[in-house]
């Protein structure tokens, strides 16, 4: 009637039986994890925050950023005991050259930043929060115009200057204030 190999593993009345096998050798383990979706949700917040920032700095200065890593790296070559080079000197960093990159940058501050803005407002549609996640940005392209006016009064004579045409950090303000 019961052929044996018909019969499963699990219900066979030999050494070979699973639930036997099961009670001797191995007891369940219960793991509980517990997931705080508070601290998840808020990681991921902040991620996001922090990108956005990084982001936008990068769309609104990033191109005077990466002139000043350059700027940077050729000081440093000079400070660790490497030739000392002029920063004038340097083909990348002739006045009509930093003109047409200050330019460039101010253009896509007026163009870009009111678009931002108006991005913000639709999706947050809360002006405290719009400030709060905007001033990083904010500050880091004040922050990157006054490194940048900081090398080229060092580094550029008056004459250069004017052609540079580096706005003060009044009117970048005033840029930043106007677009709100």
């Known amino acids: 009637m019961l052929n044996p190999r018909s019969v499963p593993r699990l219900f066979r009345l030999s050494s070979n039986n699973s639930i036997l096998?099961?009670?001797l050798e191995g007891s369940p383990e219960i793991k509980e994890h517990y997931l705080d979706s508070k601290k998840e949700?808020?990681?991921n917040l902040k991620s996001a925050c922090e990108k956005f920032i990084q982001y936008q700095?990068?769309?609104f200065v990033g191109h005077l950023e990466e002139f000043m890593t350059k700027v940077s790296a050729l000081k440093a070559m000079g400070h660790q005991g490497g030739?000392?080079?002029s920063l004038a000197q340097q083909p990348w960093?002739?006045?009509a050259k930093i003109n047409d990159?200050?330019?460039s940058t101010y253009k896509t501050i007026k163009g870009k930043l009111p678009v931002t803005l108006r991005s913000l407002s639709l999706y947050l549609y809360n002006k405290d929060t719009e400030f709060v996640l905007f001033k990083p940005v904010?500050?880091?392209i004040q922050q990157t115009f006054q490194k940048l006016q900081g090398v080229l009064q060092e580094d550029f004579s008056g004459e250069d200057l004017q052609i540079i045409a580096c706005p003060s950090m009044d009117q970048v303000n005033l840029l930043l204030s106007a677009s709100n």
Do not use: G
Request: hydrophobic fraction near 40%.
């Open 93 to 95: 960093a002739q006045p």
């Open 57 to 59: 700095t990068k769309l």
């Open 138 to 140: 904010r500050s880091n």
């Open 83 to 85: 030739p000392k080079y």
């Open 101 to 103: 990159l200050v330019a």
């Open 41 to 43: 949700v808020d990681r």
């Open 21 to 23: 096998e099961f009670l």
